[in-house]
């Protein structure tokens, strides 16, 4: 196990340093630059230097006058060295500004993931008991649903509703009006009351695909003979369906629940922006359009690591659900 | 498996923290209805209170008082408070009163009061209450409630003149509220009181006008009121009364009930019960829409954005303001009347700016600044603040996007640039020299020998001129015979160079005094070699400007070396506090120490996103995507009615939707009909009605937009042969630029509907310099043809106008060098083509104003054999950097228009952002002319002359004109209290002490 998990590790560092590298290459060929735009800016000053000489000189001083390559490289150093740089567009080092905005979006994550697990399990383990009943038809075709939603046109029809409409929520933002003037306590709902509708929309978005997925396992789990055997010896349905069919059920759903964990430090890009919410995803939406180079690549590569390290955690899981793996 | 164990517990914990958060999320909604119980219960006893306890109060008695009152020295008055009220004498008057308000003005108000005044006498009323009221004065009232609240009120009363102390008991009211009531405004007041009482006769407001008075000002009334209404016939009211002055008095006739301060109370509480119900001031918020994503530089000295500059412009006082139509007012601390738009519009602020023309062309801005403003935590400020500021915005290092350091201010290259004038250095080093780091042995030699002599001989000569041209001296004088007039004795047969050298001797030596004092027009120095006048760095550099003077306190003096129309804008700078921003024990003037260290802005970088200073609100918090302020209770033009502000980032499809949620207040969304029409709907006006701003919901405010849109031309891209601004060249220009202009109209009407316009010259109309319809030789853009003729009649249509268009464009084709057969073009000539592309960035969708209009013009000059293509792109930095590198044929852009119609940057040969490229000595004339005047109207013709230039090249072709909005959620905001003819440089942030909620 032990080896295995090593040369997983070691596996993911070689794929992260060619994910980052075309990363890097990407963004250094977008057609948004953070240089250009400043050099627009302080070249329109008057008695100032012209657009091309600020240009040079900005290059120049952000290091972007050095071919994709050795600029890769020196950004690969200070990277490992855990110098992730300052930001362009927010003037912070990288790190402060990833710190000040992860909380909000972690929470939101961490909520609506629990939120999809609460839904999704029971739902899809009654969609397979029941499968084909009047509740399996209901159940699928809601989740479909769920799934076939663009967040964007979900969140908007939201906002339509239940803030322009019905006037529950505010339209976007993580405080209210008066959240100045609130005790501790009344921060914290007000805070609260602002993520519902964002939570809501993650939440409805992505419970689908989880209770499609504990349907089919369970209804592949309920086909296994030894399904048959427990209900052959007489145990109750109940006992049957949650004892045996769920827990082997579990297996699939603990191998994906892990691998997205490390998700909610990712943030959500589309729902933040618009809600205004500001989380990792908003923040780094902003920063790829301004061009701020550090701050992207800080946030890209983070995201590949997690990817990487949901994968590795996903299979850990794996072999701790399924003894079979471990003594594999 | 005990892992697989724990994983589950763990996700039930989670679960159950889950469950507990969204308890959390359903108790908030039910707290809200809560929160409106009590603000509606607060409301109604706003509102009741003072209408009750005013109406029935004020007698024949009470306007009698006032009359007998002011006549005499000292005076007592009976004066009654709270409640219902039997007056003690000789009429009964009966006042009843509900006192419940929070808001003390009102508590003052809750005397209903009434004077007696009997001359010569002192009297006492039978009344608990006491009540000395001077009349112009602060009126403190304490109240027990429940809730213990302050509140200012400004009234202004001068008013009979007593001082009034009233305690009042009430049961009834139990609560204790302490109120400042700051009664100033006299008329108001003693006309509210007529409206109430009605008994007041003519006579009697007639009688006290010629006495003698005096008042005390700037007394205070305490009242305290603990008792029940009905009780206080035993209230003892004592009132002395001194007026003044006659005006007071007259004041007081004129109002002629103007009583005592107990009366003027209940007359202001009456007032505020007829108004609109302000909202109170506690716990009252307007939340703002601002851009996403702001920089966060809330600086005065870094902020950028715009977006970070409204932030910045909230907590910041300005040195001086501009008025609507961008001109500086002067006397901004007394306060100018200016017209705009038919209506007179009074302006203050924090100072005086006055320009000095000298005679040797310097020109000297004294700058004053009020003696009374403090910084919101209570620092006063002076002009020490004012001249750390510039300092700040002109240091060596300072990167912010200020721009003042472009002033041509005396002493400022060498405080900037560590250089100083080779000629300064080789003066201070001396003939004797022998340190040759900065210059050669030669260099000094032929200095000391030729040049300086040279110029010297000048420099006399100047003076002799002078005095002859002035009459001193007849022109055939010797120069032994005028050196007397100017204070120097030289030999018989003496020349300009020994007058010269009998100057230098009478100045010890220096060169430089000589130069200061001696000079008769220019100094010694514009008479030198210019090599000499080339600035040479050295380790030393100046460490103070000599051209910003400390004057007094108040009072700074910036000299610039030359007139520059632009600089007086430079001159409004933020007052950053140097208590704050840099450190007050360094500071000292004389020792050239202004409160940090030259070069080094770190510490004043470090506040950056937290500014501080005299502004209106007060910066608390940055975060959340909220900017949090608080209202500056010191503010000098008076503490801001709306106790917070919140400027809520928000995205473009949030900014309608977020006021008919209750989210914003006040946003700006990007306009269009489209927009309007959206806005309509959420009024309940059909589509058709887009155009009714006011509506229940949200009302809309047009602002023009401070800039404009125009469609330029690279001349060295669209020219015939190898001369961009040969005739033929020009017309080239002429025939595409004659083809856009007749298309405007439609384009622009589809897009911005009525809210934009078309614009016949480049500059905005919000400009005071933009030509008027009315002005001698207002044309329409490109609307002649190749002879010079009108090519439009006024009653052709829109199809005549495109034809009549269509063959003028042929003809200037033709004078281009075009080869036309039947109509068609065939062949350019050389060094031109027959296919132009213009570049615009509509997002590759066509979203832009100008994309039909290109449009149509492509489609009709198809029809002669002219390609215009249009290139959409979707990234805004390939059209940036393709007009700015000077790669594109066409593009179409806008400009953001500065205070300053100076065009210096935009078509000067040296202009930094002149991507049109038009490099005419005329036009340059032209602009430095322009910025060398301060006379508007010379300038104006100026600007006009330049721009039919500009037009006659053809570089650019003016668009359109269109409007900000502004949508104001109706339901929350007191529409009215938001300034009239809003523009782009006088908008409601600059008056957002007045703006009030509805509650």
Not at chain 1, 118 to 147: E, R
Not at chain 2, 196 to 221: G, I, K, M, R, V
Not at chain 2, 809 to 838: M, N, Q, V
């Amino acid at each position: 196990m032990r080896n295995y998990i090593v040369k997983r590790i070691l596996f993911s560092i070689f794929i992260l340093f060619f994910v980052t590298l075309i990363i890097y290459t990407l963004i250094r060929c977008l057609p948004t630059s953070y240089v250009e735009t400043m050099a627009i800016q302080l070249s329109s000053k008057p008695g100032s230097k012209s657009y091309t000489e600020w240009l040079e000189q900005l290059n120049a001083s952000y290091g972007l006058d050095r071919p994709i390559l050795v600029g890769y490289v020196s950004w690969l150093k200070d990277f490992a060295q855990g110098n992730f740089g300052d930001s362009w567009r927010f003037t912070v080092p990288v790190i402060q500004e990833f710190k000040s905005v992860i909380g909000v979006s972690f929470v939101m994550g961490a909520i609506s993931l629990i939120l999809e697990l609460v839904i999704a399990i029971p739902l899809g383990i009654v969609a397979a008991t029941k499968q084909y009943s009047k509740s399996d038809y209901i159940i699928s075709a809601s989740a479909l649903v769920g799934i076939s939603l663009p967040t964007f046109f979900f969140a908007t029809i939201l906002k339509l509703v239940f803030s322009v409409k019905l006037g529950w929520f505010d339209t976007h933002g993580i405080v209210g009006r008066n959240y100045a003037q609130l005790d501790a306590m009344g921060q914290f709902l007000d805070k609260c009351s602002h993520l519902v509708l964002p939570i809501v929309t993650l939440t409805i978005v992505s419970v689908g695909s989880l209770m499609r997925y504990t349907r089919t396992n369970m209804l592949e789990v309920l086909n296994a003979d030894y399904i048959r055997t427990a209900r052959a010896k007489g145990l109750s349905e109940g006992k049957v369906i949650y004892r045996h069919a769920f827990r082997n059920t579990l297996i699939p759903l603990v191998t994906i629940v892990g691998g997205s964990l490390p998700g909610l430090f990712s943030g959500a890009l589309i729902t933040e922006t618009l809600f205004s919410i500001p989380g990792i995803g908003f923040v780094s939406y902003q920063a790829m359009v301004a061009g701020d180079i550090p701050f992207t690549m800080f946030y890209l590569s983070f995201i590949a690591v997690l990817t990487l390290a949901g994968n590795l955690i996903s299979d850990i899981l794996y072999a701790v659900v399924d003894p079979r793996v471990r003594i594999a | 498996m005990t892992k697989a164990r724990k994983f589950l517990a763990l996700a039930l914990a989670a679960a159950m923290t889950v469950s507990l958060v969204g308890c959390g999320g359903g108790e908030k909604e039910t707290e809200a209805p809560a929160t409106e119980k009590k603000t509606e219960a607060v409301t109604e006893k706003v509102t009741e209170a003072p209408t009750e306890a005013v109406t029935e109060a004020p007698t024949e008695k009470e306007t009698e008082a006032p009359t007998e009152a002011v006549t005499e020295q000292v005076t007592e008055a009976a004066a009654l408070t709270a409640a219902e009220t039997e007056a003690p004498t000789e009429e009964e008057t009966e006042a009843s009163t509900e006192a419940v308000t929070e808001q003390v003005t009102e508590a003052a108000a809750l005397t209903a009061a009434e004077t007696e005044a009997p001359t010569e006498e002192e009297t006492e009323a039978p009344t608990e209450a006491e009540t000395e009221a001077p009349t112009e004065e602060h009126t403190e009232a304490l109240a027990e409630t429940e809730e213990e609240t302050e509140a200012q009120t400004e009234s202004g009363a001068a008013v009979t003149a007593a001082e009034i102390v009233a305690t009042a008991e009430s049961e009834l009211v139990e609560l204790e509220s302490e109120a400042e009531s700051d009664v100033a405004a006299l008329i108001t007041a003693a006309e509210l009181e007529e409206k109430e009482t009605e008994a007041l006769t003519e006579e009697e407001t007639e009688a006290p006008t010629e006495a003698e008075t005096e008042a005390l000002t700037e007394e205070e009334t305490e009242a305290q009121t603990e008792e029940e209404t009905e009780a206080p016939t035993e209230k003892v009211t004592e009132a002395e009364t001194e007026a003044l002055a006659e005006e007071e008095t007259e004041a007081v006739t004129e109002g002629g009930a103007a009583v005592t301060g107990a009366e003027l109370a209940a007359a202001e509480a009456e007032s505020e019960s007829e108004d609109v119900t302000p909202a109170e001031k506690d716990g009252n918020t307007v939340v703002i829409a601002t851009e996403q994503g702001l920089e966060g530089k809330f600086s005065p000295f870094f902020a950028s954005s715009q977006a970070d500059n409204d932030i910045m412009g909230m907590v910041d006082l300005q040195t001086i303001v501009l008025d609507r139509v961008s001109n500086p007012v002067n006397n901004g601390i007394a306060g100018e009347t200016r017209a705009y738009n038919g209506t007179d519009y009074e302006y203050t602020g924090a100072g005086d700016i006055s320009v000095t023309e000298n005679e040797d062309g310097t020109v000297d801005y004294e700058l004053k600044i009020r003696d009374d403003i403090e910084f919101s935590d209570g620092e006063p400020v002076t002009i020490d603040d004012v001249i750390f500021s510039m300092y700040v915005l002109l240091d060596p290092t300072y990167d912010g996007s200020a721009t003042m350091f472009s002033l041509p201010i005396e002493g400022l290259e060498e405080y900037r640039s560590g250089m100083e004038p080779l000629y300064s250095l080789l003066l201070d080093a001396g003939e004797d020299n022998t340190d040759f780091t900065y210059w050669d042995e030669e260099t000094q030699t032929a200095f000391w020998t030729e040049a300086l002599p040279a110029a010297g001989e000048k420099f006399a000569q100047s003076i002799l001129d002078y005095c002859i041209a002035n009459g001193y001296n007849a022109p055939d004088d010797p120069v032994e015979a005028i050196t007397p007039n100017w204070g120097f004795e030289v030999e018989e047969g003496a020349t300009a160079l020994d007058f010269f050298n009998a100057m230098v001797e009478g100045h010890g030596g220096d060169y430089k005094e000589v130069s200061e004092v001696e000079l008769a027009s220019s100094g010694l120095w514009s008479y030198l070699d210019p090599s000499y006048l080339i600035g040479i760095e050295t380790e030393d550099s100046a460490d103070y400007i000599s051209g910003i003077e400390r004057v007094d306190d108040y009072t700074l003096r910036v000299t610039t070396t030359e007139l520059d129309a632009t600089a007086i804008y430079q001159m409004q700078i933020p007052i950053a506090p140097l208590h704050y921003y840099g450190d007050a024990d360094e500071y000292d003037y004389e020792g050239h120490n202004f409160g940090f260290t030259k070069g080094d802005l770190s510490a004043v970088k470090e506040k950056t996103s937290e500014p501080l200073g005299a502004g209106p609100y007060i910066f608390k918090e940055y975060s959340n995507g909220v900017v949090y302020m608080d209202a500056n209770p010191n503010y000098f033009k008076g503490e801001p009615e709306i106790a917070h502000l919140n400027f809520l980032e928000s995205a473009e499809s949030d900014k309608v939707n977020g006021i008919v949620a209750g989210t914003l207040d006040i946003s700006d969304p990007s306009f269009s009909v489209d927009t309007a029409k959206q806005i309509a709907s959420e009024n309940g006006f059909s589509d058709d009605e887009w155009d009714n701003f006011d509506g229940p919901v949200i009302t809309t405010k047009l602002i023009d937009y401070r800039g404009y849109g125009y469609i330029g031309v690279n001349p060295n891209n669209v020219k015939v042969g190898d001369d961009p601004y040969s005739d033929e060249s020009k017309a080239l220009r002429k025939a595409i630029a004659t083809m856009i202009a007749v298309y405007r109209d439609e384009a622009i009407d589809s897009y911005y509907g009525s809210t934009a316009s078309v614009i016949n010259y480049p500059i905005s109309n919000t400009s005071w310099a933009a030509p008027q319809t009315t002005d001698d030789g207002y044309q329409i853009a490109y609307s002649v043809d190749v002879d010079g003729n009108p090519i439009y009649t006024a009653d052709m249509t829109a199809e005549d106008k495109y034809a009549a268009a269509l063959e003028a464009a042929l003809g200037y084709f033709e004078k281009a060098g075009y080869t036309i057969e039947d109509g068609k073009l065939t062949a350019a000539p050389e060094g031109a083509k027959l296919e132009y592309e213009c570049i615009l960035g509509g997002n590759g969708q066509g979203d832009h104003p100008s994309f039909l209009l290109l449009k149509n013009v492509a489609d009709a000059m198809k029809e002669i054999g002219f390609t215009l293509s249009i290139n959409d792109v979707v990234n805004a930095d390939e059209l940036y950097s393709s007009y700015q590198n000077g790669i594109a044929e066409l593009w179409c852009a806008a400009w953001s228009a500065g205070s300053d119609p100076d065009m210096y940057q935009l078509y000067h040969s040296q202009g930094s952002t002149n991507y049109y490229q038009i490099r005419v000595d005329e036009l340059d004339e032209l602009i430095e002319a322009g910025r060398a005047s301060t006379d508007q109207t010379y300038r104006k013709s100026i600007y006009q002359a330049a721009m039919e230039i500009i037009m006659d090249y053809a570089v650019e072709i003016p668009i359109y004109q269109r409007s900000d909005a502004l949508a104001i959620s109706t339901e929350r905001v007191v529409v009215d209290s938001m300034p009239n003819d809003m523009t782009p440089y006088w908008s409601y942030l600059d008056e957002i002490e007045k703006l009030e909620l509805v509650q």
